[in-house]
């Protein structure tokens, strides 16, 4: 830092072949922000890629994700290894979400993601649950032709085991090599998280015949699926088969798997001693363990003791020491638990429940009202519960920790974020669609029965209850909602020698959802004339997020393919869709030489909307959106640009022109039409 300082004061910072060694010197002593400084004065003169990364390696080594991301803005140029990077980086902070998206961003730069890339954003899938965008990765994998390693396809069985699709990831399992013992064991880990224990013990039995040796980590799997399935022999004999067989000395995440097993069969007495004889020191996880059994099997002084053992405690560790003296009727030592975890300032971990709908993910809390159809979700949770209660659910409500009336327990249980999910799913699904939840902790006993009884319905009489449908309120009938409709519109200056300018895109799916509007400017590469008309300058479209039609297709496939139901159509839906909108689409993605995809259908409401008639009897003088919002009395609220604008209108007018014409989603579907319906010339406007 001296010479640094010495350097400054003779003006020889900015020599190209001094500042390089200091900038990795500081890196090299985790001296980050010195190092960003001079990062910055390199980008002067420097391009190359080599030490943005450094910068970035720097600051995810200490998950400094924030700053990571400022480096990663300004460098010039992005190779693969930056955005690797950041996706692998966003994982190991828990940005989800961020890792997602910034994959999705790679996949548009033009770079061709490696199996580094494809690896962490899997990784991201199975934590998150994001099962559609995991298959929609596993299908990329597919057309790029990735050859598939160990690495990949341990994360490809380890992203559907762990977003409910066992049957896929077996499938996987059985028609990969299974030369590695990473495959082996994301399929054990896979079939323990799902309570197939016996399968489990088959799959280990016939990986030894394959002269396969088990690891440290396939015990772990082992020992957990034993714990899940209440195998306590088995869990004792793989114990001791670890030690003596394998010559693998147990670690605290075998002790603690073992533990559970003990704890779940009731047997405390034994899992006590084993914490209390380890050859490792117990974690906090492992005490948790014997905690939550204490709470389940009502053993008050064993939870007390258990709990002095704790070096640190988290909310949930106060939220079972209080349940077990609520389950004793021991309402004011609960009562000091509390007390005492407010003291220490200690907040309690939400408990949050998300279901996927098309494309979208819902997150839910226990008694949560800011969802738009909450009115709606009550009404099907209500409808749910006396059916359940008919089927035989009667409300642990001993579960509640407060000295309250049986009604407000009852209540209080009703309203956690997991039913509140499945109301919202049996809400928005149809007939036979499955329903699956996710949750940040783990489901209480109370959901626990209530989903059992739940499921065990037929999903067709759930659908009857009288509730809100939105396929009631699109169509005014009941009835399956038998595609993903998408409302778009696409504005521009119109046409001439010079070629097409095109200025604004929007499309918005009609189902609603978080993620369900798509809306962007295009850039022409060229000077837009009439701009004026839009509000859209040349400096506006010319922004380098701005993409070019090329770059915008694949991004537009990805919303749609995210959007789009399993096994269900796209219907496209414009107004004067037939003569601009959809020729126009038709016609941009076959110069780009992308194929239509065969499941996409068109509507064109212009004809539809020519069939009303005013309250005379007479024809409507003009059906254009906006005749149609004034008849309507739309209002618009919020800025938007034209193609925004006339999207949002659109939902609007659907929804009312098809009650008042009495037309449903299945009539909408006979009065459409597909893109070898139109001819492929160039369109007009």
């Known amino acids: 830092m001296e010479i640094h300082c010495h350097l400054t004061k003779v003006g020889l910072l900015s020599n190209q072949h001094i500042t390089p060694p200091l900038f990795k010197l500081y890196i090299a002593h985790d001296h980050m922000l010195e190092a960003r400084e001079l990062f910055w004065s390199m980008l002067e003169w420097s391009t190359d890629p080599f030490h943005g990364n450094l910068m970035l390696m720097g600051f995810l080594k200490s998950r400094q994700l924030d700053k990571a991301y400022q480096i990663f803005k300004r460098m010039p140029v992005k190779d693969l290894v930056s955005w690797n990077s950041m996706i692998a980086g966003a994982v190991r902070s828990s940005h989800l979400k961020e890792a997602m998206n910034l994959f999705s961003r790679l996949v548009c730069s033009g770079l061709v993601p490696d199996c580094f890339s494809f690896s962490s954003v899997l990784l991201a899938c199975a934590r998150a649950g994001a099962r559609r965008y995991g298959v929609w990765v596993h299908h990329l994998m597919t ?69 396969l040796v088990p690891d440290g980590v396939t015990f772990v799997a082992l020992l957990t699926a034993c714990s899940h399935c209440g195998m306590v022999e088995e869990a004792r004999q793989y114990f001791r088969s670890m030690t003596t067989e394998y010559s693998i000395t147990p670690e605290v995440e075998h002790y603690g798997a073992l533990v559970d097993t003990l704890s779940r069969a009731g047997l405390l007495d034994e899992a006590y001693k084993l914490v209390m004889s380890m050859n490792v020191k117990p974690d906090v996880v492992i005490w948790r363990a014997l905690l939550s059994a204490c709470r389940r099997y009502c053993q008050t002084k064993l939870g007390e003791v258990t709990i002095e053992h704790m070096a640190c405690h988290g909310s949930g560790d106060y939220t079972l020491l209080s349940n077990i003296y609520s389950s004793a009727n021991r309402w004011n030592d609960s009562e000091e638990v509390w007390k005492q975890r407010k003291q220490k300032k200690i907040r309690k971990s939400k408990g949050l429940s998300w279901v996927e709908l098309g494309g979208s993910t819902h997150e839910f809390k226990a008694g949560d009202r800011s969802h738009p159809d909450t009115e709606d979700i009550y009404l099907v949770l209500h409808g749910l519960c006396k059916r359940a209660k008919v089927e035989g659910y009667a409300p642990l409500t001993e579960l509640v920790t407060k000295d309250v009336s049986e009604e407000e327990r009852e209540e209080n249980l009703t309203f956690h974020s997991e039913k509140l999910a499945v109301a919202y799913s049996v809400l928005k699904t149809g007939p036979g669609t499955e329903i699956m939840v996710s949750k940040n902790l783990q489901i209480c006993s109370d959901c626990h029965e209530w989903m059992k009884i739940i499921s065990k319905s037929e999903l067709e009489q759930l659908k009857s209850l009288n509730c809100y449908n939105v396929e009631e309120e699109f169509s005014g009938v009941k009835t399956e909602w038998p595609a993903t409709i998408l409302v778009f519109d696409i504005e521009t200056t119109g046409f001439s020698r010079r070629g097409d300018r095109i200025i604004e895109f929007a499309v918005r799916d009609l189902m609603g959802g978080k993620n369900s509007t798509f809306q962007t400017l295009i850039n022409p590469e060229q000077e837009v004339r009439n701009s004026y008309v839009h509000g859209i300058s040349n400096s506006m479209l010319c922004r380098p997020d701005v993409p070019r039609f090329g770059e915008l297709i694949p991004i537009l496939l990805q919303y749609v393919w995210s959007r789009q139901m399993d096994g269900k159509p796209v219907m496209w839906v414009a107004h004067n869709g037939r003569s601009f909108d959809v020729p126009f689409l038709i016609f941009e993605l076959r110069r780009c030489k992308v194929e239509m995809p065969g499941d996409w259908l068109f509507v064109d409401t212009l004809p539809i909307a020519r069939q009303l008639v005013d309250s005379n009897g007479s024809k409507l003088s003009s059906v254009s959106l906006k005749n149609l919002r004034e008849r309507y009395k739309i209002s618009l609220t919020g800025s938007a640009h034209r193609a925004m604008q006339d999207v949002t209108t659109l939902c609007y007018v659907l929804q009312k022109l098809t009650f008042e014409l009495k037309l449903t989603v299945p009539l909408l579907l006979e009065k459409s039409f597909r893109a070898s319906d139109l001819p492929a010339t160039r369109p007009e406007k």
């Open 143 to 211: 057309e790029l032709g990735v050859e598939m390693n160990h690495i990949l396809t341990s994360a490809l069985v380890d992203m559907y085991a762990k977003c409910g699709r066992i049957e896929v990831a077996t499938e996987i399992f059985n028609k990969v090599k299974r030369n590695h013992i990473f495959v082996w064991n994301a399929m054990i880990s896979g079939l323990a998280s799902h309570g197939l224990g016996s399968d489990v013990m088959i799959l280990f039995d016939k990986m030894k015949s394959e002269e």
